[in-house]
């Protein structure tokens, strides 16, 4: 047999067309008019058997270069993190593997513990009492975060600090655009938000503020300074997009008095995959419990005293009226969120603390050997595991030269803003040896002219 499933045959096609009265697939399409209608058949190859498509597939995939074979030093959003082996075990169980998200709660109680469990260390590292099931990713997290604060305070006016990452910032702009939403950019000064420019646009129809913390550019923004602009505006949300590994070591924003705070657990158990797909997580306060995106798990007993899951809230169009739901595209990552469970739950509180640390220290480690052979770096505050270099040639020329090192470098700043041309973005994470960083420092060194 060629096919691993059973095809369509042409008796069945016939069979479905008699069944709701067609004569051929051409009539499906009877009420689009003709003039719009592509008139041709599909420029494509020819079908091929599972064996020969496989092969051609796995030729093809066998291009591409993981960080498996090379060493990554990108950043911007993705990282090469350590894995603990346990988690594939985890998440390859078929009874896992297979579950989308929980539509019958009552005897899902395996997936509603991971996802309880889930909720629990997102609340635990972002210092406030709720966090839903997760959701697509960062981006889409952090754009429903807008929506939910202009809906909460009847404001239609949002300020957008530059130094969130500039993907983000494109996803918040579609999502703001339906909901007829304003979104004003904040300037940044030094590799961080601006606090003159962001205390002047300041006024009492803006309905919340966004940053980055750390920053896109690698920066810690200063959070306190943030919340007392803050304090005297009626009704402004804060809403804080955040690394969840940095925030194993950085002061909780829910501590800085967030009232949002999203971001994305790929840090936590989840490859890079090639961008995606990832795990966003989103949240919030008591006060805002209802209006969160997605669902929510909670822990109870039932009538024999045993402890038992449930889905406490679930605001979704598929559960609710249209009209009232949250939002209508916030599914959550169930199979991703587990593999943030398990990394998170086996690497361990103190764990989670010391390998931000880690990234701290060999970031640290980094920077000083760039500046010790001539490569400045940009900015001077605080940082987590990334920052900026200035090479003054072409980032794309020089990044093509280290992978034919075995060098993934890391983001070219240029391909975001002009102004940034010829800065790299370096990003140090806890599996990045000594010998690894000093092998960069050297390549691009000798680059470096």
């Known amino acids: ?17 008699k069944a709701i009265g067609i004569k051929d697939t051409d009539e499906l399409f009877a009420d689009i008019p003709a003039g719009v209608r592509l008139q041709k058949e599909l420029d494509l190859k020819q079908p091929m058997n599972e064996y020969a498509l496989t092969k051609e597939l796995t030729a093809m995939a066998n291009k591409n270069i993981s960080t498996k074979e090379v060493v990554s030093f990108l950043g911007a959003g993705v990282y090469d993190h350590y894995i603990p082996s346990i988690v594939d075990h985890v998440i390859s169980k078929p009874e896992f593997y297979t579950a989308y998200t929980p539509y019958q709660p009552e005897i899902s109680q395996g997936e509603l513990q991971a996802i309880f469990e889930f909720q629990t260390m997102i609340s635990e590292l972002t210092g406030l009492p709720v966090a839903n099931s997760s959701m697509y990713d960062g981006g889409t997290a952090l754009a429903e975060a807008v929506n939910l604060s202009a809906a909460q305070t009847k404001k239609k006016k949002v300020l957008v600090s530059d130094a969130v990452h500039p993907e983000y910032q494109q996803v918040i702009q579609t999502y703001a655009k339906g909901q007829e939403i304003e979104i004003i950019p904040i300037k940044l000064n030094n590799g961080k938000t601006d606090l003159i420019h962001l205390e002047e646009q300041l006024d009492d129809e803006i309905a919340g503020v966004v940053v980055q913390y750390p920053n896109f550019l690698g920066q810690i923004e200063p959070m306190d300074a943030i919340q007392k602009l803050l304090e005297n505006q009626k009704k402004t949300m804060l809403i804080v997009s955040s690394n969840p590994l940095a925030l194993g070591y950085l002061t909780p924003p829910g501590e800085f008095g967030a009232d949002i705070v999203t971001g994305d657990t790929q840090v936590f158990g989840i490859p ?73 739950s086996s690497i361990g509180k103190h764990g989670i603390r010391k390998m931000a640390e880690m990234n701290m220290q060999k970031a640290r480690y980094a920077k000083k050997k760039f500046a010790a052979n001539g490569i400045s770096v940009v900015y001077e505050g605080s940082f987590f595991n990334e920052f900026v270099i200035q090479l003054n040639q ?51 060194g000798d680059m470096h002219v």
């Open 1 to 17: 047999m060629e096919f691993r499933y059973l095809p369509m045959t042409s008796e069945d096609k016939q069979e479905m067309m």
């Open 394 to 444: 072409d980032i794309t020329k020089l990044n093509a030269a280290l992978l034919e090192k075995g060098i993934l470098g890391g983001f070219d700043l240029g391909k975001i803003d002009p102004a940034y041309q010829g800065q790299m973005l370096v990003a140090v994470t806890e599996i990045r040896t000594k010998q690894e960083i000093d092998q960069l420092v050297k390549e691009l």
């Open 272 to 344: 890079a995959q090639f961008g995606g797909p990832h795990c966003g997580y989103f949240a919030t306060t008591k006060k805002l419990m209802r209006k969160v995106p997605g669902r929510l798990v909670g822990q109870t007993k039932d009538e024999n005293d045993v402890r038992g899951y449930v889905l406490t809230l679930q605001a979704r169009e598929q559960h609710i009226r249209r009209d009232k739901a949250t939002s209508n595209i916030c599914s959550n990552q169930a199979l991703n969120a587990l593999a943030s469970s398990v990394a998170m």
